[in-house]
């Protein structure tokens, strides 16, 4: 059996069959406001706190405070974190990490000093702004095998411009084929309220949950909950009703 | 607990749990005729007035009287604000701006002299007109970060093209990423009728409400009602009723 | 209270709670067919024969006498104005507006001659196609400013490409956020007939009607009629009927 | 009241209140299969043999042999007419037309040995293929002037790509607005059947029936029948029954 | 009367009313797996043993040895015909076809020598990938009238590259308006299992069969079947039941 | 009648009455997450062990070792099936399969000595990002002709962009115009659920079964269950229950 790398959102840990496959890359794709960061932090200080696995987090266009800030919120101490060599923050800009001839001369360091086995990337699609659609696909293939090579487990946030869409591409330049596992985070429309759901497309070598579940931002992070039931096309953001469950509304009036 | 900025349109301050969260940037994002406009400054005038933070406003395609005149309609006196040093309105052209070898050559001394808590970009997407795609993302998250050095609340109007669209994106450059707050403003037709919604579909590091709630703007300005209900798919524009409702219409025939 | 400037089409001023503010630019935008030049002639007749306000009219492909003798169909005597020197036609080509350095050297002598206080440019959509989209919606500000600084209340028409569609964007320039007022003139299927609706998208500085009203053009110009009823999607150009709509049929029967 | 130039199709005068406005340009868009063809001859054809006005074809793609073989189906014999002098055909190709330094150089001598007054451009979308954007709309333009100040009435054929859509343009280059009249031509899916579906989008100072007809290609050429009932989006090519003729069924059983 | 080339497909002669239109060109339009190609060796082979008209058939991507065995599933024998001299097999590129300075110089010869009324090209759009947008036009007519003054009847088969489609085009080239008949084949999902329609959209100069008609490929090779029934959409290639359809089956239980 | 090349998918080679028609191309296009690889393994493993026929596994994106880990999840043991001289896994990069003059240069050795009957290109859009639309399917015609002159039977697969989408193409390079057979693997959200469809879509010179039939992933790797019952639509991800469902239900209850 292949190792777990567990996120320690107990509900999403049982969608993937016990968690991420240990070294394998991981792409948390969704749209403004959906969670992307909040799930890539709470995995990375569940890690450091529950499963003794250290990681980074590296991003573009954060500052260290705020994120300080954001992370206190959910009860997460990330200052502390770091200061017990559990968690590095690296506040970067894409420029600087592709200036830097590879990502080895920018993370090379901070990966010895550290030691980590998670690795966050908040976000690849950042990057992919400052790259041709070939070279984006080829920088995260690189990407991807540098943590591979060194037995961390990534797991990289990318942002989805549509909010709600008939049509749904996770990435256009080919991404979601070199990645192992791909998570789907989405706003949904009902009952004129934004609901957030999260959707397992991808899970490579693996058996792992097929439903589209409602999750919530609670002040311990992120909580997934039941399946939608009773709706379709919840993946557009703007489902409707299944004609059964008005059926069955009918029955029960 | 962080600070909160109050809009002082109750329902909305309600809505983001007390206010946006002091120093965070905002995207006020909306089609034509939606009202960004006035929700920005009626978020300057009631700090002004009402909370003590002073504002500045800054255009690029307003002329000042106009913007006196149609305060005026609201009951606002922005020349008085203006007088009084509470607030100071900014009449430029992106260009101007942009020539300016950053914005702390043009933005630097009204700062200095006025001490604002709160700023406004009316609108951000009219600077993008001059920007490439790579650009815009750049230059926003440094002005976004301009202010939040100066503890700064920033407020930016996002011009959304499409008035109705089963597509929606915020902006297609990526912004929505970088700030910590989306408010949508959108027409809705529903039986004949143009109607405006507002959903706030992100709030770093807080809870929000997450309804598509009707507002109006009535002689004080922007009032937030209800939500939608008995409505599937308001986020497009062209709504369609629940088979629900329909089905309790029938119940109550 | 702002002065008004009624365009004489009464249902029209009704919607727009008195008429178009004075000094302000408008925007008819509507697709082949939809009457935007009857709209803007009826505007400036009714002007120069009821409110004492004289006009000049901008076009770039319609012919004098064409004009002329569509007018007439109306009981337009656009000749006896013009001998009147209440209205003036300008037939030009955007070449020709663009090479006179500014729009000064063009228009300058007949505003000095007629002193309008209201013009139309038909179409400005059509000026558009020999900008750059910057420059489009520099140029367009720079003219509506240019009418604004001399008191003149501008109404362009945009023509909209699409006859239907389920996404729908006033200009693809951002113009719909420099204009004051939008007006969208729209062809609408129902039951296997075309209509004509109308709706008041955006009148900054005051309330408007928010309906979607339908209009026939008669022998005396445009009339507004009243609000679609038992359809949703109006906007669309191809509505559904509302299926509180279809349950009424189910109850009548 | 204008003088009309009938097009011996009798009800689709009667839907043009007796016809075209004579020295008036129109548009005859569709898809492939439509008629547009078949519409354009009929008119010249009607014109020289039932209204003594003469006309001349203007084809860039098909050859003399095909129209004449093509034309005899509808009993119209297209040879003798052009020993008649009352018609006369021009087989040519966009290329020629325009290398000949504008149209006169190519038309001219036609125009003063035939004196027409009907003339067709089948199609101006063909020579639309040779021209960039803003150029197909200023040629058009010229194109369509050249005619009225000879005073002709000229019919241009337009070819949409899309045999169905959910939007709807009809031309790109924004040509629908120079034209005086639309007239679009549909192929409709109803009940697995190809129907043919006419409608008038636009006739310039004059009223005109708004309802989609359909019509059919006889071996007397077109012949417009019944406005379709009980549809609804019957431009899209696309359309779904009302669910008012569903309730009427309903009844009915 | 005009001569008729008969297809030899009972059904599909009967819904062109006789066959194509001697010496006419026809396009067969399709998706992937739709049986173009099927159905353009029927039309040879059928021509070539039943009606005495000898064929040839341009392909640019199969290979002589594949197109047998193809053939021979359904009982055609290529080689024996081509050694009959009643077909000819011509496999080459679009590369050679362009570089031989026009067609003639590639056909003239086989066309000389096999004397053939019939022509297959399989595809045109593998030809329109090595050319720009205009061109694919302007050789599509070229090669079509040097079918047509050899007085052979054309039939080339064109790549769509949508299985499914709200919105359907044939050609983006405008190659639709130049042939004299097109024929559409389209795969359609009802009940989860993919079906074939075949409709005629286009038949210059003749009435025909306006119905979408399923069809088979069977091992005798294409049979044309009846209309679809109860279904609204099918050109979509994913088609509704019809509100009837669903009323009867009401009725029906 | 032609050898068959089986998949040892049971239900699979009954689709394709027998299996792939030997010396064929190919294609399984599918999304991110559909089971391309596992299906294309699976193929190569059941060849070997059950049909003694050799394989030849090119990748361009996984590492030998995760491939080996995640076969080992179906029971496969691709290195035993190495050593055994029965299967040779070549993991590559376009840059050198293209830089390598040809296809001969890096295949040509494995060819003789593996002398393979089946090979997988995994996958073939991962060579088509280096290179221009035309060279693609040039490209691609080349390496299926240099596979079928070695007498091999292969399969590429083909990633779609889309998760879901209401138009569908498989490639938009013309590839599937190519191959000999197309099979389509396709998320489905049904009942908040993403199932996955399986569906032939293309099997040159032989019948198949057109059904939509959905497959699981399990710990055997790939089996193929019943069609779909009681949806439309399957094919665009979104698929809508049939009203006849509706009514049963209602009957039901």
């Known amino acids: 059996m292949v190792d777990r790398v567990k996120t320690g959102i107990a509900e999403l840990d049982q969608m993937l069959c016990g968690g991420f496959v240990a070294g394998d890359s991981v792409i948390v794709a969704g749209g403004a406001g959906t969670g992307k960061t909040t799930l890539a932090l709470q995995y990375l200080v569940n890690g450091a706190t529950q499963f003794g696995e250290k990681g980074i987090f590296v991003t573009f266009e954060q500052m260290p405070n705020q994120l300080y800030r954001d992370a206190k919120n959910f009860g997460w101490d990330l200052k502390r974190l770091e200061q017990e060599n559990k968690l590095r923050l690296i506040c970067t800009s894409p420029e600087l990490l592709l200036e830097s001839h590879g990502i080895a001369h920018l993370l090379d360091e901070p990966i010895r000093q550290v030691k980590p086995r998670r690795i966050v990337i908040d976000s690849l699609s950042n990057l992919a702004m400052y790259l041709g659609e070939k070279e984006v696909r080829k920088e995260g293939y690189r990407l991807i095998n540098y943590f591979k090579t060194r037995q961390m487990s990534s797991l990289c946030t990318w942002e989805l411009p549509e909010i709600i869409s008939q049509n749904l591409l996770i990435t256009d330049v ?14 949904v429309e009902i009952e004129s309220q934004m609901h957030k759901a999260l959707v397992v497309l991808k899970l490579r070598g693996s058996d792992h949950d097929k439903a589209l579940r409602e999750f919530k931002i609670t002040s311990q992070g992120i909580t997934v909950a039941q399946p939608f039931t009773g709706f379709m096309h919840v993946i557009t953001g703007i489902p409707r009703r299944e004609p059964n469950q008005q059926n069955d509304n009918n029955k029960a009036s």
């Open 174 to 187: 080919g991404l979601s084929f070199v990645v192992d596992c791909i998570i789907l985070l989405r706003l």
